[in-house]
């Protein structure tokens, strides 16, 4: 197979983007920016007017399909909810593989399960195409500012040619491995999340209950060995019950379903994260599907 060489990063390309929630279309908008001409697909195609008024300034289209988006692109990007959406938008008639030119590259920012991306892969491969399963962390600040960090298993010299793209919205891309390794990073990601937040909440909680400045308490010990990314970002919104900061639970809950199917496959040990999940389902109950993954200080009050 003949792949495109390694792009500069002024390097202009022809893309598409497939998925516009709240991370691809901020996505989608950095690469518009960056001088790419980009093609957009989204299920809801009033998704699809909105990115395109929001972007107008820029080389930018709408499809109605995922293989018309993908037609004479170089790089497809697709960020959807789960593997039946991921395998529904670029497989079949109407998907993206059916529209890409030979030695095009398939770039999959979804959180996935491994298998999903390796079986995308192999697809891929049987027509001519690359596949890079490439999970994103940061969240939905992280997608509108540009700094996500990008996972990735794949081919080298695919995961070489989309690197310099990928730039566009991310602080740093990564070769994790070959394909699936992305995907298998990313549920490494979410396991120290849930640990972190729920040892968060449960410090927040007995500073509470000691009667402690609990502001204070944070600017304190974020300074020594108990600072995290949580403790900066999420610590005083917690403090302050401010929970929409776009990951929700029933997110997170999603992706640690992942997880537990791979640890039972591989024999790898959560117990931790087992329980950790345990209690999202319990904010689930009293209505907290969508409020952010922070919120696990509620059950705590």
């Known amino acids: 197979m003949t792949l495109a060489t390694p792009l500069a990063t002024s390097e202009h390309r022809h893309l598409a983007f497939i998925g516009l929630g709240v991370m691809g279309f901020p996505m989608a908008g950095h690469l518009a920016k960056a001088g790419h001409r980009v093609v957009v ?7 699809v007017q909105a990115w395109l008024e929001a972007h107008k300034a820029y080389d930018v289209h709408g499809a109605a399909s995922p293989a018309l988006a993908a037609k004479d692109a170089d790089v497809v990007f697709a960020c959807v909810g789960n593997d039946e959406a991921l395998q529904a938008v670029l497989d079949g008639q109407q998907g993206a593989f059916a529209g890409m030119k030979a030695g095009s590259i398939a770039v999959d920012h979804s959180t996935t399960s491994a298998d999903i991306a390796r079986q995308m892969s192999a697809r891929a491969a049987q027509m001519g195409l690359e596949f890079i399963d490439a999970p994103v962390s940061g969240g939905q600040a992280g997608a509108q500012n540009g700094v996500l960090t990008v996972m990735c298993g794949g081919d080298a010299q695919a995961f070489e040619t989309i690197k310099p793209v990928a730039m566009a919205f991310s602080r740093a891309v990564t070769r994790m491995g070959a394909s699936g390794a992305g995907q298998l990073t990313k549920m490494v990601n979410q396991i120290c999340i849930a640990g972190l937040l729920q040892a968060l909440s449960e410090g927040i909680a007995f500073g509470a209950r000691a009667g ?19 403790m900066e970002n999420r610590g005083k919104t917690m403090v302050a019950g401010h929970f929409d900061f776009g990951f929700a ?4 809950r999603k ?21 950790v999940d345990e209690f999202y389902r319990e904010i689930q109950d009293k209505g907290g599907s969508r409020w952010d993954t922070s919120s696990l200080v509620t059950r705590l009050s």
């Open 41 to 47: 697909y989204n299920r809801d195609a009033t998704k």
């Open 212 to 230: 402690l400045d609990l502001n204070q308490v944070l600017e304190v010990i974020s300074k020594g060995a108990a600072q995290s990314w949580q």
């Open 249 to 252: 639970v029933d997110l997170m």
């Open 255 to 275: 992706d640690l379903g992942l997880v537990f199917q791979e640890a039972q496959r591989n024999g790898a040990v959560v117990d931790i994260t087992k329980r």
